[in-house]
C-alpha cells in the first residue's frame, strides 16, 4: 500500500521578508500568462532559464500548463490574481526516481526566497510521488540559481561538463535540511509579525461613535492606553471618536497604516479588509464574528478572507478575536475592559474570555504583560507563528498558551523545543477528556488518546502544562520571580504543622521529595528553635513565629547541600504581623541562589508574589522542578537504523495477516520469535516437532484479540496437546516456541489524527489495559526521548528488574523503539501496531506477539506550508 496521491493544490509560504505568496500548479488557463511572465524577464534571465534560447511562446509554456501528474508538476507563484512571479517545475526522467527541475523568478522579485520556497515545494511533491532525486543543468554563470541549490539543505552533488553544471539533490528530508528550512520560517514569520506588536500606526474600520460597542470602545482603548503612534477611527459616517476625526474608508486616511483592526458585521469584513489591503496595509486583525464558528457559510467566508489577505501578501489575526495588545508600543487594540499590566510574559489564547480572566488575576498576582493575542480561529496566525516571534522578542520572558486545537503540532513541537531553550512555555490545553477519543481496536490504540498524545508533546518539547487556570497563574509568577531549582528536593518550614503537612502530600503529589535535613543543618536549627518546635521536615516553627523567626530559619534550610527549594508557610496569629513576616521572607529570597516560595494564609489577602495555599505552591514548584531537569537533558539525536528501503507495505485498508506482519516487521529489524504456520492439527505438531517444545498454538485470524476469544493455548507439552489445541482453535494457527524467560512489556504505534505518529512503551501482557501506564512519545524519538520511555512510569521498574528479576537489556529496548520510531513515520499507513507482549530479559527483547492495521492516509486540508 502507498499513500494515495492527490493532484497539490494551492499553497501558501512565507518569505524572508515576512510577505506571503500563494503557489498553486499551472493550468492549461494559465498559457498566455506564463508567456508574458517569460517575455517581462530581461534577456539575461531568459538566457540562463533557457540556456540560451529566448524565444517563447505558446509551445514553449505548452509543457507547463499540460503536464501529467505526478510525472511532472508546474508551480507558479502569483502576486495577484493572473499576475506570474516565479514558476518552477520538474519532469520525471526515464528513471523513475530522478526528475529535472528549474525555475524562474522575475527579475525585480528575485532574492526574497521566491525560489527556495518553490523548490522546497516542488520537493514535498516529488517525494510524495516516489522521486529521490532533482537533476538540474545550470549554466556556471547562473549564481543565484546554484545558491538556492546549495542553500537548500539538500545533500548536494555537482559537476561541470560540456560548460554546464550538473547538480543533484538528494530529496531525503535530512536533520540539515530541516534545520534550515525551519530557521528560514523563522526569519519569514518574524518578519510578518513585526507590524502586529510595533506598529507606528493603527487603524480601527468600524470604530463606532456610539459608547458601548466593540470598535468604539476598542478605539478608546487604544487611546487610554497611551499608545506611541498614531490611530485613526474609520466608520460609515465619519463620525469623530473620543474627539478624534474619524474617515469614511481606510482608502481616505492621508498616511501608511501599519495594523488594521476591523470591527464590522460579519459580512462587511471582506469590503473593509480589501480597501485596507489596497492601502498596503500587511497586519490585519479581524474582532468581528460571523466566519468557520458559525459553520459551513462561515468557512467559506473565512476561506475567502485569507484568500484576499494571501492575494495582498499580508498575515491575519482572528476573525473572531478579542483582539491584541503589545507593551512595547503601548498598544491596546483590544475590547477588554481593563487595561494590561506591563511586564514580560507574552500571552496567546484560543478564548477571548479566557484572556480576560487572566487579565483580571494577573494585576493582582503582580503578573505583567509583554503582548496578548486573541487568535480566535487561527485563519493565519498561530501559537505557532506567536512562539516564534516571542522567541527573538527582547521584551519576553515568558510565554503562556491556552489552546483549544493544534494547527500543526510536529512543527509546534520543534518550535517550542527551541524557544523553550530559552524561555519557559507554560500552556493549558483545554478539551482532553477521553470521552471524545475514538473506538480503539487495538492495546496501543485503547491507551493513546489526544491528552496522551498532549502530554507527549509538551513532555518532549519542554513545555509546562498547567490544568487550570489559577495553576496558570500560579506558575507564571513563579518562573518569573524565582531561580530555577536545581532539583525536586523541598524543605517546607511553617509555623502551623498541620499545613505543613498538606504541604508535604501536595509536594509529592507534584513531583516533589521531601528529603531529611542533613545532621548540621539539624543542629544549627535546634540552636536557635524553641523546644517544643520541629527541626525535622517539615521544621515546625510554632505558631509562635515571628518575622525575626523567619528570618533566621530560612537561610539555615537553604544551606542544607540536600534542598533545591523551599517552602515557606505562614498563618496570620495574634503574636505576628503578616507585612513583618512578608518582608522577612522577602529579604532572604533577595539574597538567594535557591528559590523561597511564599505562602500567607491571611484576612488581609494574599501578598503579591505569595501563594494563597499550600497545594498552589507546590504545583507550581513542580512545574518549575520539572523545567529545570528538561533543561539538564541535551537535546538528543534521531540515530539512524539500517531498515529495508525496498520493502512496499500490501494489501487494502484492514489488518494484515500473519505473514504479511512479519514481513512487514523484518523489514524493520524488529526481534520476532521463531513460528509456523499450520493449517491442520497434524501439521501443529510437526511445527512443534520442529521448533521445540513446550509450544504455543495461536489462531492466524488478522487482527485477532487471542486472548479474549480464545484463540491461543500455551505451556503445551506434548506433540498431541499441540495437536487437540490447533484442533479446539480451528482454521490455520501459529506455532510458536513457549517462551518464559523476561519482563512482559507492551510497545506500539498509532497515528493520531491530529498529532501524528506515536510511539507506546509500558507494562505488556494481558493486564496492559488495566495497568493503563504506557507512556507516549512523538515520532521520529531522540535518543533522549527513548532513555526517557525506559527510565519512567511503571515500565521502567520492569525494565530495571521487577521482585528479583534480572535488568532488561535496555540498548535492546531502546534499539526496538527506535525501529519503531522510523516505522511509524516511514509508513504513516500503520494506522496502529502492538507488539504485546515484548519479553525483555538480560541478553535482548522479542515479540511474541503482533498485530498491524493499515488505512489508507488522508492529507492535511491546511493551505499553510509553515
Same mark, same amino acid.
Given at each position: 500500500m502507498t499513500i494515495e496521491l492527490t493532484r497539490p493544490r494551492a499553497e501558501d509560504v512565507i518569505l524572508r521578508d515576512g510577505s506571503t505568496l500563494r503557489l498553486r500548479p499551472a493550468m492549461p488557463a494559465d498559457a498566455s500568462a506564463l508567456v508574458e511572465f517569460f517575455?517581462?524577464?530581461?534577456?539575461?534571465?531568459?538566457?540562463?532559464?533557457?540556456?540560451?534560447?529566448?524565444?517563447?511562446?505558446?509551445?514553449?509554456?505548452?509543457?507547463?500548463?499540460?503536464?501529467?501528474?505526478?510525472?511532472?508538476?508546474?508551480?507558479?507563484?502569483?502576486?495577484?490574481?493572473?499576475?506570474?512571479?516565479?514558476?518552477?517545475?520538474?519532469?520525471?526522467?526515464?528513471?523513475?526516481?530522478?526528475?529535472?527541475?528549474?525555475?524562474?523568478?522575475?527579475?525585480?522579485?528575485?532574492?526574497?526566497?521566491?525560489?527556495?520556497?518553490?523548490?522546497?515545494?516542488?520537493?514535498?511533491?516529488?517525494?510524495?510521488?516516489?522521486?529521490?532525486?532533482?537533476?538540474?543543468?545550470?549554466?556556471?554563470?547562473?549564481?543565484?540559481?546554484?545558491?538556492?541549490?546549495?542553500?537548500?539543505?539538500?545533500?548536494?552533488?555537482?559537476?561541470l561538463e560540456g560548460g554546464v553544471v550538473e547538480v543533484r539533490l538528494q530529496l531525503g528530508p535530512t536533520t540539515e535540511y530541516r534545520a534550515r528550512a525551519d530557521e528560514r520560517d523563522h526569519v519569514g514569520v518574524v518578519a510578518s509579525l513585526e507590524p502586529f506588536f510595533r506598529p507606528r500606526s493603527v487603524a480601527v474600520i468600524g470604530a463606532s461613535a456610539r459608547r458601548g460597542t466593540?470598535?468604539?470602545?476598542?478605539?478608546?482603548?487604544?487611546?487610554?492606553?497611551?499608545?506611541?503612534?498614531?490611530?485613526?477611527?474609520?466608520?460609515?459616517?465619519?463620525?469623530?471618536?473620543?474627539?478624534?476625526?474619524?474617515?469614511?474608508?481606510?482608502?481616505?486616511?492621508?498616511?501608511?497604516?501599519?495594523?488594521?483592526?476591523?470591527?464590522?458585521?460579519?459580512?462587511?469584513?471582506?469590503?473593509?479588509?480589501?480597501?485596507?489591503?489596497?492601502?498596503?496595509?500587511?497586519?490585519?486583525?479581524?474582532?468581528?464574528?460571523?466566519?468557520?464558528?458559525?459553520?459551513?457559510?462561515?468557512?467559506?467566508?473565512?476561506?475567502?478572507?485569507?484568500?484576499?489577505?494571501?492575494?495582498?501578501?499580508?498575515?491575519?489575526?482572528?476573525?473572531?478575536?478579542?483582539?491584541?495588545?503589545?507593551?512595547?508600543?503601548?498598544?491596546?487594540?483590544?475590547?477588554?475592559?481593563?487595561?494590561?499590566p506591563v511586564g514580560r510574559a507574552?500571552?496567546?489564547?484560543?478564548?477571548?474570555?479566557?484572556?480576560?480572566?487572566?487579565?483580571?488575576?494577573?494585576?493582582?498576582?503582580?503578573?505583567?504583560?509583554?503582548?496578548?493575542?486573541?487568535?480566535?480561529? /487561527?485563519?493565519?496566525?498561530?501559537?505557532?507563528?506567536?512562539?516564534?516571534?516571542?522567541?527573538?522578542?527582547?521584551?519576553?520572558?515568558?510565554?503562556?498558551?491556552?489552546?483549544?486545537?493544534?494547527?500543526?503540532?510536529? /512543527?509546534?513541537?520543534?518550535?517550542?523545543?527551541?524557544?523553550?531553550?530559552?524561555k519557559p512555555i507554560l500552556a493549558m490545553r483545554s478539551g482532553t477528556s477521553r470521552a471524545g477519543a475514538r473506538a480503539a481496536s487495538s492495546h496501543t490504540a485503547a491507551l493513546a488518546g489526544s491528552d496522551a498524545a498532549v502530554e507527549a508533546l509538551f513532555r518532549q518539547a519542554g513545555v509546562l502544562r498547567a490544568r487550570t487556570l489559577e495553576e496558570l497563574i500560579d506558575a507564571s509568577v513563579l518562573l518569573t520571580t524565582q531561580p530555577l531549582p536545581a532539583g525536586n528536593r523541598v524543605a517546607v518550614v511553617t509555623n502551623a504543622g498541620g499545613l505543613g503537612i498538606l504541604c508535604a502530600d501536595a509536594a509529592d503529589a507534584a513531583g516533589l521529595t521531601l528529603p531529611e535535613l542533613a545532621p548540621a543543618?539539624?543542629?544549627?536549627?535546634?540552636?536557635?528553635?524553641?523546644?517544643?518546635?520541629?527541626?525535622?521536615?517539615?521544621?515546625?516553627?510554632?505558631?509562635?513565629?515571628?518575622?525575626?523567626?523567619?528570618?533566621?530559619?530560612?537561610?539555615?534550610?537553604?544551606?542544607?547541600?540536600?534542598?533545591?527549594?523551599?517552602i515557606a508557610l505562614f498563618v496570620l496569629t495574634v503574636v505576628a504581623d503578616?507585612?513583618?513576616?512578608?518582608?522577612?521572607?522577602?529579604?532572604?529570597?533577595?539574597?538567594?541562589? /535557591?528559590?523561597?516560595?511564599?505562602?500567607?494564609?491571611?484576612?488581609?489577602?494574599?501578598?503579591?508574589?505569595?501563594?494563597?495555599?499550600?497545594?498552589?505552591?507546590?504545583?507550581?514548584?513542580?512545574?518549575?522542578?520539572?523545567?529545570?531537569?528538561?533543561?539538564?537533558?541535551?537535546?538528543?539525536?534521531?540515530?539512524?537504523?539500517?531498515?529495508?528501503?525496498?520493502?512496499?507495505?500490501?494489501?487494502?485498508?484492514?489488518?494484515?495477516?500473519?505473514?504479511?506482519?512479519?514481513?512487514?516487521?523484518?523489514?524493520?529489524?524488529?526481534?520476532?520469535?521463531?513460528?509456523?504456520?499450520?493449517?491442520?492439527?497434524?501439521?501443529?505438531?510437526?511445527?512443534?516437532?520442529?521448533?521445540?517444545?513446550?509450544?504455543?498454538?495461536?489462531?492466524?485470524?488478522?487482527?485477532?484479540?487471542k486472548t479474549e476469544s480464545g484463540g491461543v493455548a500455551l505451556d503445551l507439552r506434548t506433540e498431541a496437546e499441540v495437536a487437540a489445541a490447533a484442533e479446539r482453535i480451528g482454521g490455520p494457527v501459529l506455532v510458536q516456541p513457549y517462551l518464559t524467560q523476561g519482563a512482559e512489556l507492551l510497545a506500539g504505534i498509532v497515528q493520531d489524527t491530529l498529532f501524528g505518529p506515536l510511539v507506546a512503551f509500558g507494562p505488556g501482557g494481558t493486564l496492559a489495559e488495566l495497568i493503563g501506564s504506557a507512556r507516549f512519545a512523538l515520532a521520529p524519538l531522540t535518543d533522549v526521548d527513548v532513555e526517557v520511555a525506559l527510565s519512567t512510569g511503571k515500565a521502567a521498574k520492569l525494565v530495571a528488574g521487577w521482585r528479583g528479576a534480572p535488568p532488561a537489556d535496555r540498548p535492546a529496548l531502546a534499539d526496538l523503539l527506535h525501529r519503531l520510531s522510523r516505522l511509524a513515520v516511514d509508513l504513516p499507513e500503520v494506522a496502529e501496531l502492538d507488539l504485546n507482549p515484548v519479553l525483555a530479559g538480560p541478553d535482548g527483547c522479542v515479540a511474541v506477539d503482533a498485530r498491524v492495521r493499515v488505512a489508507r492516509v488522508e492529507r492535511s486540508g491546511s493551505v499553510k506550508t509553515w
Open positions: 517575455h517581462r524577464l530581461s534577456p539575461e534571465s531568459r538566457y540562463l532559464r533557457f540556456q540560451g534560447a529566448t524565444t517563447v511562446d505558446l509551445r514553449t509554456v505548452d509543457p507547463y500548463v499540460h503536464g501529467s501528474w505526478p510525472e511532472s508538476l508546474s508551480l507558479l507563484a502569483e502576486r495577484a490574481p493572473g499576475e506570474v512571479a516565479a514558476l518552477a517545475s520538474y519532469v520525471q526522467l526515464r528513471d523513475p526516481r530522478r526528475a529535472e527541475v528549474a525555475f524562474a523568478v522575475r527579475d525585480e522579485l528575485q532574492g526574497r526566497g521566491i525560489g527556495m520556497r518553490l523548490l522546497e515545494r516542488l520537493a514535498v511533491h516529488a517525494a510524495d510521488a516516489g522521486i529521490e532525486q532533482f537533476v538540474a543543468q545550470v549554466l556556471p554563470q547562473n549564481g543565484a540559481m546554484l545558491r538556492v541549490f546549495g542553500d537548500a539543505g539538500f545533500e548536494m552533488h555537482r559537476r466593540i470598535g468604539g470602545e476598542l478605539f478608546r482603548n487604544i487611546l487610554e492606553s497611551d499608545f506611541t503612534g498614531a490611530a485613526y477611527p474609520v466608520n460609515a459616517k465619519g463620525q469623530p471618536v473620543a474627539g478624534v476625526p474619524a474617515y469614511v474608508s481606510v482608502e481616505d486616511v492621508p498616511a501608511q497604516i501599519d495594523l488594521a483592526v476591523v470591527c464590522v458585521p460579519g459580512p462587511a469584513v471582506l469590503a473593509a479588509a480589501g480597501s485596507a489591503l489596497r492601502r498596503d496595509v500587511k497586519a490585519l486583525c479581524v474582532v468581528s464574528a460571523g466566519f468557520a464558528e458559525i459553520g459551513a457559510n462561515g468557512r467559506a467566508r473565512q476561506e475567502e478572507l485569507l484568500a484576499l489577505v494571501r492575494a495582498h501578501g499580508a498575515r491575519l489575526i482572528g476573525p473572531n478575536c478579542l483582539g491584541i495588545a503589545s507593551s512595547a508600543v503601548r498598544l491596546n487594540a483590544t475590547f477588554a475592559g481593563r487595561r494590561f507574552a500571552f496567546s489564547s484560543q478564548s477571548g474570555a479566557l484572556g480576560i480572566a487572566l487579565l483580571e488575576q494577573a494585576e493582582a498576582r503582580g503578573l505583567g504583560i509583554s503582548s496578548f493575542v486573541s487568535v480566535g480561529n /487561527k485563519a493565519d496566525v498561530s501559537s505557532n507563528d506567536l512562539l516564534e516571534y516571542w522567541q527573538d522578542d527582547p521584551d519576553t520572558d515568558l510565554v503562556l498558551l491556552y489552546l483549544e486545537s493544534f494547527g500543526n503540532p510536529a /512543527k509546534f513541537a520543534r518550535i517550542a523545543r527551541r524557544v523553550a531553550r530559552e543543618t539539624r543542629g544549627a536549627l535546634e540552636a536557635i528553635l524553641p523546644p517544643e518546635a520541629s527541626s525535622a521536615n517539615p521544621v515546625d516553627l510554632l505558631g509562635s513565629a515571628n518575622g525575626s523567626s523567619y528570618e533566621q530559619t530560612l537561610p539555615i534550610v537553604l544551606a542544607d547541600p540536600g534542598v533545591d527549594a523551599v503578616t507585612a513583618d513576616v512578608v518582608a522577612a521572607i522577602e529579604r532572604v529570597r533577595e539574597t538567594s541562589t /535557591k528559590p523561597v516560595v511564599p505562602v500567607v494564609i491571611s484576612a488581609d489577602g494574599t501578598p503579591r508574589g505569595a501563594f494563597p495555599y499550600p497545594e498552589s505552591a507546590a504545583r507550581a514548584l513542580g512545574l518549575a522542578a520539572q523545567r529545570a531537569e528538561w533543561l539538564r537533558r541535551p537535546a538528543g539525536v534521531v540515530p539512524d537504523v539500517a531498515v529495508d528501503a525496498g520493502y512496499d507495505l500490501p494489501g487494502e485498508d484492514g489488518w494484515l495477516d500473519a505473514q504479511q506482519t512479519r514481513a512487514l516487521l523484518t523489514a524493520y529489524g524488529i526481534p520476532l520469535v521463531p513460528e509456523l504456520t499450520a493449517g491442520t492439527p497434524e501439521q501443529a505438531a510437526a511445527a512443534a516437532r520442529e521448533l521445540g517444545l513446550p509450544a504455543v498454538v495461536k489462531t492466524a485470524a488478522a487482527g485477532a484479540h
